[in-house]
């Protein structure tokens, strides 16, 4: 019989990390090594670290991993390793090694690991690295992710900290991975939602970062388990300004307001406003649309802060290129996150 992998875990994909309240916390005591070369580090942190070996190059390296959060081994490595990969991309890198970071209980069947390892070598390929081994032990929950290395150059990092008023924003991918994942669960949506939420959730940022190179935007991060608030509240506090977002815009997966309509959320939405709900305002924003800028989501789209004249352009060849994109607000000054109806 075919092993069900959501069946062994508590909790799945990006909904798996730590609360980020508490991440902070543990961090903020932190005093990383001083190092000139050291560009981005816990000072403050973001998608990724970057080091700088000369002038024209300096690497990009992080690593990401969680439980399952679909039954499907080979859906479950794809999204696991543009998981990982995808912090590359956010940071203007391109990748360029991986390694595999692998739990798994002994007695899963072969075939189910071959199919998790098989799936994110191809999706490593794909985006133009290598996957050129890794670490693997036992666990009674597996968890698969990668270490990624990748190359920037050092003039050419998209920061979380530099998005300046005046900027428009746009996203690149819908919101509701987490919702319709739950939904799936409750009975609320069907196999149709979560095969396109699969889809999003197995698609590589890659070829967005590849248009916006030539657009130099001012910020960057990817939308991943603190959600779409959470992440904003981030780059507004790293950037000194206010991020103000229209909730009617924010594009959702089919079946994922439908889920938030039902009072249904899940488990990282509680942890999400744990960590960022002082810092955001939504006068008169309806409950379900707060649901769905708190759902942590997997492998998500950029968030994207770039000078409001370049947003046309942007969009012009975004959709000539037939990828998605909706803008979805702007910067001003102040500080904090304003979410607007």
């Not at 997997?298 to 012009?316: N, R």
Request: with cysteine; proline share 5%; glycine share 10%.
């Amino acid at each position: 019989m075919a092993v069900k992998l959501t069946d062994l875990v508590t909790s799945g994909g990006c909904a798996a990390k730590y609360p980020a309240a508490r991440l902070q916390e543990l961090l903020s005591g932190f005093v990383p090594a001083e190092a000139e070369d050291l560009l981005v580090g816990l000072s403050p942190a973001d998608d990724a670290a970057v080091y700088r070996l000369d002038d024209e190059t300096a690497l990009v390296f992080t690593l990401d991993f969680f439980p399952p959060l679909v039954d499907d081994p080979r859906d479950f490595g794809t999204i696991a390793a543009t998981n990982a990969l995808n912090d590359v991309f956010a940071m203007g890198g391109r990748p360029l090694l991986a390694l595999s970071i692998a739990e798994f209980p002994e007695d899963l069947p072969q075939e189910t690991v071959a199919a998790v390892l098989e799936a994110a070598d191809v999706q490593v390929r794909r985006a133009g690295a290598i996957l050129a081994g890794g670490h693997t032990i036992r666990d009674k929950e597996p968890k698969y992710g990668l270490a990624v290395v990748g190359t920037v150059h050092p003039e050419a990092i998209w920061p979380k900290a530099g998005s300046r008023s005046g900027d428009a924003l746009f996203l690149t991918k819908p919101l509701g991975t987490g919702l319709v994942l739950h939904g799936a669960q409750r009975g609320l949506v069907g196999d149709e939602e979560v095969s396109a939420a699969v889809g999003w959730m197995t698609t590589l940022n890659g070829e967005w970062a590849d248009v916006l190179r030539a657009f130099r935007p001012n910020a960057v991060t990817d939308v991943t388990g603190f959600g779409l608030l959470g992440h904003a509240h981030e780059m507004a506090e790293r950037s000194r300004v206010r991020l103000v977002l229209d909730s009617f815009s924010w594009p959702a997966l089919d079946g994922a307001l439908e889920v938030a309509r039902a009072g249904e959320k899940t488990g990282g939405d509680r942890r999400n406003r744990d960590f960022a709900d002082a810092h955001v305002t939504a006068d008169g924003v309806p409950d379900e649309f707060l649901t769905l800028g708190w759902d942590p989501q997997t492998a998500g789209g950029l968030l994207v802060s770039l000078p409001a004249d370049k947003g046309t352009a942007l969009q012009a060849e975004l959709d000539a290129r037939g990828l998605f994109v909706q803008r979805v607000g702007q910067v001003e000054a102040g500080a904090g996150v304003d979410v607007r109806v």
